[in-house]
């Protein structure tokens, strides 16, 4: 019989959790194009799953709700994060399985691909046992996008720059979260084009005491400028999503992102779930999730 134990398998499951911009204020642009942004940034306990584990040959497929509306070649992100590591790891890259649980909508402004591909580049340094510094996953990881250094950090944090500048946020507090999504597709790009105001005034200092009544009191001050966009020209019907928060009482609600995904923070866990029930009841066909935030201090489950 085969001893199991003389053969260990090495399978790594890690979280890809969605990406949510609390605040995101366009302050200014660069000249290659890229804007300057200040975003304060949670991530939650809801999100997308990485699986990898050692093959015969490299294979990657998808599985969830939104698995199907992905391509699984080369142009997934997932697949490209695969090939910038091993591109630095040389022969020590073996083949892989990698498995894509898609759970979260696309093109949603919840960081979904950048977030898959930041558990992608975790999971792989373990599988393929190589040490490499975070400054240098955090560089393989800007070159597949704005958000993934933010998103291989997975906790809440500061952006600044183009995104790729962080600051960690050691006392932050855990927010019971509903997130929206009503479907509607809406790329990145084209949202940063329709913006009318490209240099806004600067996030506020954080208030001393992270308690949520204060985060939220901080949050109603802030904005997202991205918003206005959004809401006039690129999809109008993203109003819908933000007044089934307002009703469900949410103690504040905003866009994320570049949208159309919306969120809530709620009193508590109950109540988040209270309001994520209504609202699928009144639009079944939405993308409706209660989560919480992941609160500040170590690393999404199973990252360490
Ligand atoms: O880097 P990423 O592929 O995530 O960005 C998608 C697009 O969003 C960029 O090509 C750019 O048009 C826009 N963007 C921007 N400024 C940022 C981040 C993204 O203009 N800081």
């Known amino acids: 019989m085969l001893d199991l134990a003389v053969f260990p398998v090495n399978i790594i499951t890690l979280l890809a959790p969605a990406k949510i911009n609390l605040a995101l204020h366009v302050t200014g642009r660069r000249d290659d194009g890229y804007h300057l942004l200040e975003s304060l940034v949670v991530f939650t306990a809801f999100g997308d799953r990485i699986t990898v584990e050692p093959a015969e040959t490299d294979r990657f497929f998808m599985s969830g709700r939104y698995g199907q509306h992905l391509p699984d070649d080369q142009s ?88 790729d500048e962080l ?46 009544p204060a985060i939220t009191a901080y949050l109603d001050r802030a904005r997202n400028d991205l918003y206005p966009p959004v809401r006039d020209r690129i999809a109008p019907e993203i109003s819908e999503v933000m007044d089934m928060l307002v009703r469900t009482r949410a103690r504040f609600a905003r866009m994320s992102g570049s949208g159309g995904t919306c969120f809530g923070i709620y009193d508590n866990d109950r109540t988040a779930h209270e309001a994520a029930g209504a609202i699928s009841t009144l639009r079944p066909d939405w993308f409706v999730t209660a989560t919480t935030s992941l609160p500040a201090g170590g690393m999404p489950h199973g990252w360490d």
């Open 167 to 212: 600051e960690t946020l050691k006392d932050f507090p855990r927010l019971p979260l509903v997130l929206v999504n009503n479907g509607h597709e809406i790329t990145t790009p084209s949202v940063f084009s329709a913006l009318q105001r490209r240099n806004n005034p600067s996030l506020d200092p954080l208030p001393d005491s992270a308690t949520p």
């Open 76 to 163: 997934n992100i997932v697949v490209k994060a695969r090939d910038a590591l091993r591109a630095r790891i040389g022969d020590a890259a073996m083949p892989v399985s990698i498995h894509l649980e898609k759970n979260l909508p696309l093109a949603s402004g919840i960081g979904g691909g950048s977030s898959d591909a930041a558990a992608t580049l975790r999971a792989l340094v373990r599988l393929w046992d190589h040490n490499i510094p975070d400054d240098e996953l955090k560089a393989i990881g800007l070159g597949l996008g704005a958000d993934l250094p933010m998103c291989l950090h997975g906790r809440p944090l500061i952006a600044r720059g183009i995104g």
